[in-house]
Structure formats: structure tokens, C-alpha cells
């Protein structure tokens, strides 16, 4: 691996099993709304397949359209009490260990809203000096946010060899614009194989531990 390559790292999917967060914000809403909530297998399928959160809330119950248990989903999400159901996905933390020692520059890119939040929860997590900076992005802004943000602290020189490493849609496209060098899109987050595949995008993955040798 080049000594001084720059690897781009989104948070939620790649680093992060953010499974039993998601579930549990969705739950809670279905219990206060006083809707059955599928189970989390069922729950976690469904919303890989891009399965709308309306559609979500309406197959557990939800009259009307289910706009409002949607926005108090997104309230939630990155609350503390949710955010501790996180956990780092297998083996993740030794492989950015390595390219750290490496050499690399690692520069986490992450769709949230609650910047403070974040830096709480990498610290619990004991991820947080493993970056040599955080860019955190309006989720509102979409892949050409993320790009944008991605390319504030980096030289133009670092881009031609750089990675970036995903797990939806958003980071192809984000990778995409800002030209990176090599592109990988992990299945262990919150989009299918499948449907990663079909962006014709980049390299699809298991996991961040079977990038290491790829690069």
C-alpha cells in the first residue's frame, strides 16, 4: 500500500453495525404509536431493500401517509441513548490500526446531524484518534454534499490515489465526483449485494477487513 495514500471512510456501515440503533428508533415509535413492529431480521431486510419508511410504518400498523413517525424516527436516530447501540463491526478497528501505522491518512466523511454527539460516541468507541480529520455532512445535501465536504482538508495532489470506502449510493456518487482512485462498497451496512452491484460503481465487499489487502 502506497505509505501515504488517503483513505476516505464513511461512518454508519463501514466502521459502524448501526443495525440495533435503527431498529430500536423504529420500535419505540411503533410502541408510542401503539403499532406492531416487525422483527428485526424482517425489519433490517426490508430497509436494506430501500423499503421507504413510510411503507415500514404502514406494514406495522400506521394509518395515513406515516410522514410524522417518519420525522420522529429521524429525531431519534442520533439521540445518546440510541447511539449507544453501536457497536464497531468486526475487525474494523485492527485494519484502520494498520493503515494508520501505515502511513495512511484516514479521513472519516459521515452523513449527521449532531456533530457533538459524534465525537461523544467515536471516543466511547476509542475510534476517534484514528482520523486525521471528521467531516460531518448535512444529510440533506445528499452525495454532492458529501463530496463537497469531503475534499475541504485534502490537496488536490492526495485524490488520483485515494479510496473511499461506503456502503450506499451516496458514496458511490460522493467517490464518483470527487474522482478517487478506487472505490469499495461493503454489503455488512445498510444497502444489499445486489443492489450495490447495479450502480456499477466501484468494488463490492463483505466487510472494511476485506479491503485491507485489495489496496
Not at 448501526?18 to 401503539?34: G, S, V
Not at 463537497?148 to 490515489?161: K, Q, Y
Request: proline fraction near 4%; charge should be neutral.
Amino acid at each position: 500500500m502506497n505509505s501515504r495514500r488517503t483513505i476516505f471512510l464513511d461512518l454508519d456501515g463501514p466502521i459502524l453495525n448501526c443495525k440495533d440503533r435503527h431498529f430500536a428508533c423504529y420500535r419505540e415509535i411503533c410502541r408510542a404509536n401503539d403499532l406492531r413492529p416487525m422483527d428485526i431480521e424482517t425489519y433490517w431486510e426490508r430497509k436494506r431493500r430501500l423499503v421507504p419508511g413510510v411503507q415500514l410504518f404502514s406494514e406495522s400498523g400506521a394509518r395515513g401517509d406515516g410522514g410524522e413517525l417518519v420525522r420522529q424516527w429521524i429525531e431519534l436516530i442520533e439521540q445518546d441513548e440510541y447511539l449507544a447501540f453501536d457497536t464497531a463491526q468486526p475487525g474494523v478497528e485492527a485494519v484502520l490500526s494498520r493503515w494508520v501505522s501505515s502511513g495512511c491518512r484516514l479521513r472519516l466523511i459521515t452523513l449527521r446531524r449532531r456533530e457533538g454527539a459524534l465525537n461523544v460516541q467515536l471516543r466511547r468507541l476509542g475510534l476517534a484518534n484514528l482520523f486525521d480529520d471528521i467531516t460531518v455532512c448535512d444529510p440533506s445535501l445528499g452525495h454532492e454534499g458529501k463530496a463537497a465536504g469531503a475534499v475541504l482538508n485534502v490537496r488536490p495532489s492526495e485524490i488520483p490515489g485515494s479510496a473511499w470506502i461506503g456502503d450506499t449510493e451516496v458514496d458511490a456518487r460522493a467517490a464518483a465526483i470527487v474522482g478517487c482512485g478506487s472505490v469499495f462498497l461493503v454489503t455488512c451496512g445498510i444497502r444489499t449485494g445486489d443492489f450495490l452491484r447495479s450502480l456499477n460503481i466501484g468494488r463490492v465487499v463483505p466487510d472494511v477487513p476485506a479491503i485491507r489487502d485489495l489496496m
